[in-house]
């Protein structure tokens, strides 16, 4: 997954200002497999948005599902934002799909506002409660668990024998001269991480002991990103900004492509980066490893969030009782390890994950373990807020305009304030 696509899901950039473009949009590209069409001679046809990074594996399993219901699968294959920018004004207009791929971030919010329909999973436990919280709104589910996704660490195995288990490790290695940046006195790059995008570093504040809403995640009203652990996590991260990262870390333009240029040159031995960060590596020859993000200062897990994406049931559908069919077939375990197999991505498919897990590719393994301590993205309409309101919250504080704890103050401030007054109903 490109790191732009991935910045879509994580700062809530999802507009519907761009719902008109979208379904007026050209270049889609369908692709028809038909069935029998039993006696009338004509069968239902399921229409199915897919994301083309998964057309090989739909069009792979579709001719089991129309055998089976005696059905035409339609695909149309279009991104996954694109898909639910689309989704309000197609699907009252009658043109829209009936199933559709969306982020674990907006399942909920599409929920609430009513553009997805609710489903029901199925009770043969291949989802654990952390999945089924991904699609969970209320007491509500509006998707089916697909595809998981997280952080994890990278390191270079041609400059460490093994990974760094702990940031105490990350900082010995920072001591080393072979990391020093060369343009910069004193200044060394042999870790580094992307603290300047709160999808990248509320992991740290929360495995500090901060939390975005309390309650998990679903009161708007208690805030705990300006708490003395929070405050605690933002003074760590200033202190490497301060004291050890050049200046082109705290860059928020081009943080990334710093980290990234500095790994793939051979200059950094490890980086906290998502698994879409691995083609580019690999790309550039980089001899990497994988492994969970190392233990925090204060012996607790850094806490990422633990994102990917669902199935979901347009509320517009006319098949919604077809299209449930399609929500429990295609996450079923053989086809979920078809997944694996022709897209290398994880299914949230429990049975599929633990015998994919028992192999030997370092990513996978990676990402399902750190999986396991990572936090779901609150799936309210008011997290969009906090991506707003932490912008800036790292770089305040590591730039010296404030302490963390008026940096901290002043972003709790901005997210109550902006949240009353949008979601307010007085």
Not at 90 to 114: E, F, H, M, N
Not at 137 to 162: H, Q, R, W
Not at 281 to 288: D, F, G, I, R, T
Request: proline share 4%; hydrophobic share 35%; charged share 25%.
């Amino acid at each position: 997954m490109s790191n732009k696509r991935w910045k879509k899901i994580a700062l809530g950039l999802v507009s519907f200002s761009a719902v008109l473009l979208a379904a007026c949009g050209s270049g889609e590209k369908s692709g028809d497999s038909s069935a029998s069409g039993g006696g009338s001679g004509e069968s239902t046809t399921l229409k199915v948005d897919v994301d083309p990074r998964y057309t090989d594996y739909v069009n792979e399993i579709i001719p089991e599902f129309e055998k089976e219901h005696n059905v035409k699968v339609k695909i149309t294959e279009k991104d996954m934002f694109d898909s639910i920018e689309a989704l309000p004004l197609d699907g009252p207009a009658g043109i829209g799909t009936d199933v559709l791929i969306a982020p674990y971030d907006r399942i909920g919010i599409l929920g609430q506002q009513g553009h997805l329909a609710e489903v029901t999973l199925p009770d043969d436990e291949r989802y654990e409660e952390m999945d089924e919280n991904q699609v969970l709104s209320g007491d509500k589910i509006y998707g089916a668990p697909f595809v998981i996704e997280t952080l994890v660490l990278f390191y270079n195995k041609d400059l460490v024998d093994k990974a760094p288990a702990t940031f105490e490790d990350l900082e010995e290695l920072s001591k080393d001269d072979q990391f020093a940046f060369e343009n910069e006195k004193d200044k060394n790059v042999a870790f580094l991480a992307n603290w300047v995008t709160p999808y990248h570093y509320l992991g740290l504040i929360t495995g500090y002991g901060g939390y975005i809403f309390g309650d998990n995640g679903t009161d708007t009203t208690d805030i705990g990103l300006n708490t003395p652990e929070a405050v605690e996590a933002i003074n760590y991260a200033s202190d490497w900004y301060k004291n050890i990262w050049p200046k082109g870390a705290l860059d928020v333009t081009s943080a990334e492509n710093f980290m990234n240029d500095q790994f793939t040159s051979g200059k950094t031995a490890a980086v906290i980066n998502g698994p879409w960060g691995a083609a580019s590596y690999k790309e550039a020859n980089v001899n990497y490893g994988v492994a969970t993000i190392p233990t925090l200062p204060n012996g607790e897990n850094y806490q990422p969030f633990a994102g990917g994406s669902g199935w979901t049931i347009s509320n517009y559908s006319k098949n919604k009782e077809l299209a449930q069919d399609w929500l429990d077939y295609v996450n079923n375990t053989e086809n979920s390890q078809k997944l694996y197999e022709l897209s290398a991505e994880i299914p949230a498919n429990q049975e599929t994950r633990m015998a994919i897990s028992k192999g030997d590719d370092e990513l996978t393994n990676a990402v399902i373990e750190q999986y396991n301590s990572a936090m779901p993205m609150p799936n309210i309409p008011e997290m969009e807020e906090v991506w707003t309101g932490t912008e800036t919250m790292i770089f305040d504080a590591a730039s010296g305009n404030k302490t963390a704890k008026e940096a901290a103050d002043d972003a709790v401030k901005l997210i109550k304030d902006n949240i009353e007054q949008k979601y307010s109903t007085q």
